[in-house]
């Protein structure tokens, strides 16, 4: 099984910083099956990224998503209101699926 | 337009079955490469796959429950249906149904859409 971390557990940044967010799995990614997810209170997780760095539909640019092997980022350039959530990275490489444990996105 | 919902009882005992049951719209789960899953989310918590099941029948679950956890499809309803044996308190937890499509040919294995989920509470 494919072990995700993710870190930091937390991190608070101030509206309009730039947010930079760790995924680091147990073994290689061919192809760089990785997608990331966001999460608000009370709502079902909203597709990101998929294949590590592509934009899902209607997900504005201030999101990307970079990485290969074993790293990945996800980077949102100027953090706006609605950014404050909890994000999920996952891997599609190789059964079973599996999630990271969540970076919680703060307001400073 | 694609939806998901998922629908089944909020409460269960200790040692029941859960069945739960996700209805969807605008897709086909007869289209080459489709596939619906199941994850689930305990409160405050990370979430966790379950299942998939894909247009072909080809089914895949979490190794951690293969044992309690069978997906199944019926194509004339629009609905895939995931039960759970015994279950137990620590399986409380927010389930979701979620769409997987085509990636170039083959089934993306991650979920582009999900439904809103329902919160199943396992009492003792």
């Known amino acids: 099984e494919i072990v995700m971390t993710q870190s930091p557990a937390t991190l608070s940044v101030s509206p309009g910083e730039r947010a930079t967010l760790s995924c680091r799995t147990s073994?290689?990614?061919?192809?760089?099956?990785l997608v990331w997810y966001q999460q608000k209170p009370g709502q079902a997780p909203r597709l990101l990224i998929y294949?590590?760095?592509a934009r899902a539909t209607g997900v504005p640019a201030r999101f990307s998503g970079s990485g290969s092997g074993t790293e990945f980022t996800l980077t949102i350039s100027s953090l706006q209101s609605d950014d404050f959530a909890v994000y999920y990275c996952?891997?599609?490489?190789?059964?079973?699926?599996?999630f990271g444990q969540g970076t919680r996105l703060e307001i400073k | 337009q694609i939806t998901l919902k998922e629908s089944g009882p909020t409460l269960v005992k200790s040692t029941e079955t859960l069945t739960l049951t996700c209805t969807f719209s605008?897709?086909?789960?007869?289209?080459?490469?489709?596939?619906v899953g199941w994850i689930r989310q305990p409160p405050g918590e990370a979430l966790e796959w379950l299942a998939l099941?894909?247009?072909?029948?080809?089914?895949y679950y979490s190794p951690s429950l293969k044992s309690r956890l069978t997906i199944t499809k019926d194509i004339s309803k629009n609905q895939v249906v995931l039960t759970m044996t015994n279950m137990d308190p620590v399986d409380t937890a927010t389930y979701y149904c979620?769409?997987?499509?085509?990636?170039?040919?083959?089934?993306?294995?991650?979920?582009?859409?999900w439904g809103q989920g329902t919160l199943v509470t396992v009492s003792s």
């Open positions: 605008g897709f086909s789960l007869t289209t080459s490469a489709v596939a």
């Open positions: 099941i894909y247009w072909n029948g080809d089914k």
């Open positions: 294949g590590a760095s």
């Open positions: 996952q891997q599609y490489n190789d059964w079973p699926l599996t």
């Open positions: 979620g769409h997987s499509g085509d990636c170039g040919g083959a089934t993306c294995n991650y979920f582009d859409y």
């Open positions: 073994h290689s990614l061919t192809n760089s099956y």
